[in-house]
């Protein structure tokens, strides 16, 4: 009974943020001003961007076919399709529960087990989250005067201005977060025997072995090439759900690939933020980039991110309830 209430709590924590967040982007504008923006907009450039994001979808599926594949479960792609599916639909009301939800969704249906599921879900995003440390340090290599004019401003002038010797502070705190690391280490080691008798340390234990194991199976798998070749055309696919609905705007149309890229890399941090859906965080990141590093004005970039995140919302709405209906008719014919 407390689990549930602390889980409620944290629910409403994190909803409340995101609402302060898209307070913040809206405070300043005349909503009735985005509003007309936003129906200006060209929706054919947001159609293609909504068909773009469901093939990004089947290409994960096929991807996490893969894996599923070579712990020796057969599933076909249309099943998983519509897991990976629902899993986005569970995600857009409570955080990180769609990743549980498309396993638990897929084990019925199939006969792969849900610890094996996990486990490749680990390894997928793991794998995923290697690519976008990549494509931060591409963005940060080919915007490096945008984005260091960006951060000298807002961020590290600021803190500079606030708190002497600034600088001194930053590397005293990188030497003692290498220290810590080093001292848990040593730690963790001379301290394992009595550690284990804590049911916290067995389940954080289980969740870091998971992990490795998660990353042994993507070295381990045969179809290498497939499995990185899938994995570009999804983030391709990421790239251009930003890039296409650039020209549905006139004051974005005129943004560049590499802009793209800058906007889906960083972008992506928002619907990663413990929020339900992203909301508010995307929106304000989005917003911040467009208005404070390519100069679009306010209006314009909260209508961008306001739209591109509201038909990505709606395809999944749409598609992940089709989606599991279908497992539901598919269950009755099995």
């Known amino acids: 009974m407390i689990k ?22 809206f405070r300043k504008l005349e909503i009735s001003t985005v509003i007309a923006e936003m129906r200006s907009a060209n929706y054919w450039w947001l159609g293609l961007a909504m068909i773009i994001a469901i093939i ?20 076909k792609t249309r099943t998983t399709f519509y897991a990976v599916m629902v899993g986005y639909l569970a995600n857009t009301a409570v955080p990180r ?49 945008l984005l260091g004019s960006f951060l000298d401003k807002y961020v590290f002038l600021p803190l500079d201005q606030r708190f002497e ?43 870091l072995l998971g992990i490795l194991n998660g990353i042994k199976t993507i070295y381990q798998i045969k179809q290498k090439g497939l499995f ?3 994995t570009f055309v999804v983030w391709l696919m990421y790239f251009l759900m930003i890039y296409v609905p650039f020209f549905s705007l006139q004051e974005t149309s005129h943004l560049s690939c590499i802009d793209g890229l800058t906007v889906m890399t960083i972008g ?6 413990p929020v339900p859906g992203g909301l508010g965080a995307y929106h304000f990141i989005v917003k911040a ?17 306001t739209l591109t995140h509201a038909i990505q919302t709606i395809m999944i709405i749409v598609v992940g309830s089709l989606s599991y209906f279908m497992l539901v008719l598919y269950g009755k014919k099995k």
């Open 97 to 145: 529960l769609g990743e549980v939800t498309r396993c638990g969704v897929l084990s019925r249906k199939t006969k792969a087990p849900f610890d094996a599921l996990v486990g490749s879900v680990i390894a997928e995003r793991f794998f995923d989250l290697i690519v976008l440390l990549l494509l931060i340090f591409l963005v940060i290599i080919f915007q490096l005067d």
């Open 289 to 305: 980039i467009l208005f404070e590093i390519y100069h679009v004005p306010a209006v314009p970039a909260a209508s961008f991110a």
């Open 56 to 75: 990004s979808h089947v290409f994960r599926a096929m991807r996490w076919n893969i894996l599923i594949n070579h712990m020796g479960y057969k599933t």
């Open 165 to 207: 010797h600034f600088s001194l502070y930053l590397y005293l705190s990188l030497g003692g977060l290498v220290v810590l690391g080093v001292l848990s280490v040593f730690l963790y080691r001379k301290f394992i025997p009595k550690l284990r008798k804590y049911a916290f340390f067995n389940s954080l234990d289980v969740f």
């Open 4 to 25: 549930k209430i602390f889980s409620i709590i944290k629910y409403i924590f994190f909803l409340s943020i995101g609402f302060l967040l898209l307070w913040l982007v």
């Open 268 to 273: 992506s941090l928002g619907m990663v933020a």
């Open 228 to 230: 990185l070749l899938y």
